[in-house]
């Protein structure tokens, strides 16, 4: 179990996002949080590697202000449509814009993770399928007024509000929230495997 494995391990997240503090809590494992705020332009790379790019760049960060000793594990998450990348959506109107583009339609969640330890990076990605149901502009107006939207990409959260609106997914729940957790498990476990940790 994670929160075994990493016991004795100072754990830092890279991380302000709310969801994946609560995993953490959720799964039991000691840690302390410490925002890698990072610009996240959206570039012509693949979702993945988009993805994988900024996570790795956030732990990055935090290993050179002091963290370096520590275990890092950061983050990233994009949503694809029809191979278009969505982040956070940056005000009310572009918000409105990728709600209306997920409307109806299928898309792609894209998580990279990155665990610096002893000057080594580990990453892995994981992707979900995602189906929306078709929304009226009264209910995009309506989320949107929430507030929910602005800090999550693809302007929507599967585990608040926006789950009204999800009407089914192939892949990992957790990941569309933001951390794949089985995905960073198989990361911890074949790093003990390998006897790193």
Do not use: W
Not at 19 to 32: S, V, Y
Not at 114 to 125: A, D, N, Q, R, V
């Amino acid at each position: 179990m994670l929160h075994e494995i990493l016991r004795n391990i100072d754990v830092v997240l890279a991380s302000q996002s709310p969801r994946r503090k609560e995993l953490f809590a959720l799964l039991g494992i000691n840690h302390r949080a410490l925002p890698a705020d990072i610009p996240e332009p959206i570039t012509d790379d693949a979702p993945e590697i988009q993805a994988l790019h900024y996570a790795i760049r956030k732990a990055k960060v935090i290993a050179n202000i002091g963290y370096s000793n520590s275990m890092i594990v950061s983050a990233d998450t994009v949503v694809d449509v029809d191979n278009i990348v969505l982040g956070k959506p940056a005000n009310a109107n572009q918000a409105k814009h990728f709600l209306s583009m997920l409307s109806g339609r299928e898309h792609y969640v894209h998580t990279g993770i990155c665990i610096l330890y002893k000057g080594i990076e580990y990453t892995s990605s994981e992707c979900t399928r995602v189906q929306f149901a078709t929304l009226s502009t009264e209910e995009i107006d309506n989320y949107i007024a929430t507030n929910e939207p602005f800090d999550k990409a693809g302007a929507y959260g599967i585990q608040g509000y926006g789950a009204q609106f999800v009407t089914g997914i192939i892949g990992c729940y957790f990941n569309v929230m933001g951390f794949p957790v089985r995905k960073f498990y198989e990361l911890v476990f074949n790093l003990k495997q390998d006897g790193i940790i």
